[in-house]
């Protein structure tokens, strides 16, 4: 893609965007670690310097990605919620609705998946910038395990975390605040359940179950369901037929 014909009046807004968008090819590419303002720069035919006016460093521009990539990721389990709670679905099929909706995001996107779940980049921290987004893959999450113990779909554990509470504030916030017993322990296990559905996705995107499992997007539905049974929620599945 070439921009060098675009006129000075052009607003900063569109041109992050198409830098941006040259990026995310570059990270098909070259993945995070080879991400570079000069590749970007040869890639769009701008100046270098033309994208460091928007993108003074790699890792600004890399920040932007990162936000973006969570943005996208939680909006899509956003609707996928959303047009489950208006089907009147339940607690369960509104966690597998999410999830799925994840899984599709993150194979059409892999590298922008690979870019906030995949290895870290080297010399590259995320700034505080990034908390925000990042936290509406686990919000969706949160809302559905809360709005399912309010409706009282959740079945008891049958043994809480032993010991004291293992949480941050910013955990128990994100909740909605500490529910009673037999609940107590829930938001734990619903970050085990966030964390399990993470390394999932992982394994499958970088195609580590491939070779172990005959229909991924089955095995997919049937470990989101495992794994909601530690928060005494039920996952609908089809019967199986063979």
Do not use: C
Request: no cysteine; hydrophobic share 45%; glycine share 8%.
């Amino acid at each position: 893609m070439d921009v060098s014909a675009m006129s000075s009046t052009d607003d900063d807004i569109t041109l992050a965007v198409v830098i941006k968008d040259i990026a995310r090819q570059q990270l098909v590419k070259l993945g995070a670690a080879g991400l570079s303002l000069e590749a970007v720069a040869r890639d769009s035919g701008l100046p270098v310097a033309d994208v460091e006016a928007v993108f003074p460093h790699r890792d600004d521009l890399l920040t932007a990605l990162v936000i973006d990539a969570y943005d996208a990721s939680g909006e899509a389990m956003e609707q996928a919620d959303g047009a489950a709670r208006e089907a009147g679905a339940s607690g369960g099929a509104r966690l597998l609705a999410v999830t799925r909706a994840l899984r599709q995001w993150s194979f059409d996107n892999s590298a922008e998946f690979t870019l906030i779940y995949g290895s870290p980049v080297p010399d590259y921290h995320a700034p505080q910038d990034t908390v925000l987004s990042a936290s509406r893959t686990p919000a969706v999450l949160a809302g559905i395990v809360r709005s399912s113990l309010e409706a009282g779909e959740l079945t008891p554990p049958r043994r809480p975390v032993p010991g004291p509470p293992l949480l941050l504030p910013e955990a128990v916030q994100l909740f909605g605040g500490a529910p009673e017993a037999p609940f107590s322990d829930i938001v734990e296990r619903g970050i085990v359940l966030w964390s399990s559905l993470i390394g999932l996705l992982v394994f499958q995107v970088f195609s580590r179950t491939h070779d172990s499992v005959r229909d991924e997007a089955a095995f997919f539905d049937y470990a989101i369901a495992v794994a909601a049974e530690s928060i005494g929620l039920v996952v609908p599945l089809a019967e199986n037929t063979d």
